[in-house]
T-cell receptor, first 112, second 111 residues
Framework: AQSVTQLDSQVPVFEEAPVELRCNYS??????LFWYVQYPNQGLQLLLK??????LVESINGFEAEFNKSQTSFHLRKPSVHISDTAEYFC??????????FGTGTRLLVSP | NAGVTQTPKFQVLKTGQSMTLQCAQD?????MSWYRQDPGMGLRLIHY???????DQGEVPNGYNVSRSTTEDFPLRLLSAAPSQTSVYFC??????????FGPGTRLLVL
């Protein structure tokens, strides 16, 4: 069975500072990896995903994540955050086409 | 193209009552899922479907029933609501599973 660990439940950061949200997973087989974002009172939206190929994946709004197989990690980074990035971020893993396993989430709080 | 829609947005039930949470998608996706979101626990898979007529259990299926008679609809039924089922419920759909599109959620309070 797969599992996902997001060690940081909350990450406070000032606007324009860099941020890293950590995600580690456990699986005995190859995985697909995802980051989803949830803005207040909304559903989840896909931020970026790793399926195969390049281990560095990027989103359209400046986030990136790197798949590290040896460390079983998929940390999310952004070099300069904005107030509008305040949200909850979920890391997820899947081995097949359907069963996503989510982490407990990290709340990113960006202040001026 | 409405994407994934869920009704109702909010519901209050008394213990023992039954209800159906509706989910529909207009993207012709084969895969559909139900998750519940609880504070500090992330999202947990309740049931999923890989096509009309095919459903299977997820991580936390007890107390919930599903059926999939059409590609578009995937209702979630609570036969006898319990306070432990107070949660936010999300429906999701996907073409092959690797990118899931989520609905806006249903907030359920069981008294």
């Amino acid at each position: 069975a797969q599992s996902v660990t997001q060690l940081d439940s909350q990450v406070p950061v000032f606007e324009e500072a860099p941020v890293e949200l950590r995600c580690n997973y456990s699986s005995s087989v190859s995985v697909y990896l995802f980051w989803y974002v949830q803005y207040p009172n909304q559903g989840l939206q896909l931020l970026l995903k790793y399926l195969s190929g390049s281990t560095l994946v990027e989103s359209i709004n400046g986030f990136e994540a790197e798949f590290n197989k040896s460390q079983t990690s998929f940390h999310l980074r952004k070099p300069s955050v904005h107030i509008s990035d305040t949200a909850e971020y979920f890391c997820a893993v899947a081995t097949g086409f359907q069963k996503l396993v989510f982490g407990t989430g990290t709340r990113l709080l960006v202040s001026p | 193209n409405a994407g994934v829609t869920q009704t109702p947005k909010f519901q209050v039930l008394k213990t023992g009552q039954s209800m159906t949470l509706q989910c529909a998608q207009d993207m012709n996706h084969e895969y559909m899922s139900w998750y519940r979101q609880d504070p500090g626990m992330g999202l947990r898979l309740i049931h999923y479907s890989v096509g009309a007529g095919i459903t299977d259990q997820g991580e936390v299926p007890n107390g919930y029933n599903v059926s999939r008679s059409t590609t578009e609809d995937f209702p979630l039924r609570l036969l006898s609501a319990a306070p432990s089922q107070t949660s936010v419920y999300f429906c999701a759909s996907s073409y092959r599973g690797e990118t899931q599109y989520f609905g806006p959620g249903t907030r359920l309070l069981v008294l």
